[in-house]
């Protein structure tokens, strides 16, 4: 009899515990042909195509960042980020003019060393939705020179023209059409106006914001800021903002004003927000000389209406990148998902 009561008992247990185990299974482990981000990611390691197509595997990560994830792909959000400063594009180089040729080169550096463009309102407001592994690179172009968007008479993107040669880059993949305009309005030599071509200056823009690219202001006629009264400066911050909204239209908001001289006005205020006459106006990002690169976004050291660029230049570029090289620490690397950092 005892026996029997024994038995009945480890039957009755060993019942109880299967059905803890498989409730339990279910809870935790989740269900049939789903993964943990770990086994996701040994599986990703372990194919041939890891190798090579890394960037894209990481790109489109399976579930939520975790710490493992993020140190795998050597993510640090908080670096350091490039921000690359550019004017005048001819055929012969000088200290502010880039030839076509060496801003190919410049491009193709950065492809090959892992950087990825974003735009400066992308870097302001934290939104750096770029590959896992890659790092943000910022490229802005000030004074809206006609080398830097050229159309041809046949209505073509000249290739030789800094919008053509980054649409270049973007059709050979791994890059994405994002950079910064900063653009004159009213100013002496008129080509510098909206890049040159009086009849193709709203379709320029247009194209520029439909494509992927950010368009800001250098104010109306490359105004010294601080050399400027209040009022001048006041007035040249409106009405360069409503100007460029106006001929981009389709509600297109100008967040960011290239600092003409990087002279910044005695009062600082004005930028971030005031009004003249009937034009309210107000930049959330600004952009500086400075030679070194900008904190991440998501740094206590973040300005964001004094961002320093780096001139775009071959020296410039390519010492900017040997510092990150030799201290990898400093360098901002994406994880891929914007909702961590």
């Not at 939104?127 to 080398?147: L, R």
């Not at 009213?186 to 194209?207: A, C, H, M, T």
């Not at 600092?259 to 106006?281: H, M, R, V």
Request: glycine share 8%.
């Amino acid at each position: 009899m005892r026996r029997d009561k024994v038995l009945r008992f480890l039957t009755i247990a060993f019942a109880v515990g299967a059905f803890v185990g498989l409730i339990s299974g279910l809870a935790f482990g989740g269900g049939p042909g789903v993964s943990t981000p770990k086994a996701v990611a040994e599986t990703s390691a372990g194919t041939p195509e890891s190798s090579s197509e890394s960037s894209v595997v990481s790109s489109a990560p399976s579930g939520p960042m975790t710490a493992e994830r993020a140190r795998t792909i050597g993510a640090n959000e908080m670096g350091q980020v490039l921000v690359l400063m550019y004017h005048l594009f001819d055929t012969k180089e000088s200290e502010w003019t880039r030839t076509p040729d060496n801003f190919r080169s410049d491009i193709a550096l950065l492809k090959s060393e892992g950087f990825y463009p974003v735009n400066v309102r992308d870097l302001v407001s934290g939104n750096i939705d770029i590959p896992a592994g890659k790092s943000p690179v910022v490229i802005t172009f000030d004074d809206s020179s006609p080398g830097q968007y050229r159309i041809l008479e046949d209505g073509s993107l000249d290739p030789d023209c800094a919008v053509g040669i980054m649409q270049a880059a973007v059709d050979d993949g791994d890059w994405a059409s994002r950079a910064s305009f900063f653009c004159l309005i009213d100013v002496v030599p008129k080509e510098r106006e909206i890049f040159g071509q009086e009849d193709r200056k709203q379709e320029k823009l247009r194209n520029l914001v439909d494509w992927g690219y950010e368009v800001g202001s250098h104010t109306v006629t490359h105004l010294n800021l601080k050399e400027a009264s209040t009022a001048e400066a006041t007035k040249q911050l409106a009405q360069s903002q409503a100007i460029l909204e106006d001929l981009i239209g389709a509600g297109y908001e100008v967040t960011s004003i290239s600092i003409p001289f990087g002279e910044y006005p005695k009062s600082e205020s004005i930028l971030a927000s005031g009004k003249y006459q009937d034009i309210t106006y107000g930049y959330t990002a600004g952009l500086a000389l400075g030679g070194v690169p900008s904190a991440s976004p998501f740094s206590t050291e973040f300005e964001a209406l004094h961002i320093p660029r780096i001139r775009g230049s071959e020296n410039y570029v390519v010492d900017a990148i040997q510092k990150f090289k030799k201290n990898p620490a400093l360098r901002y690397i994406s994880d891929a998902d914007p909702t961590t950092v």
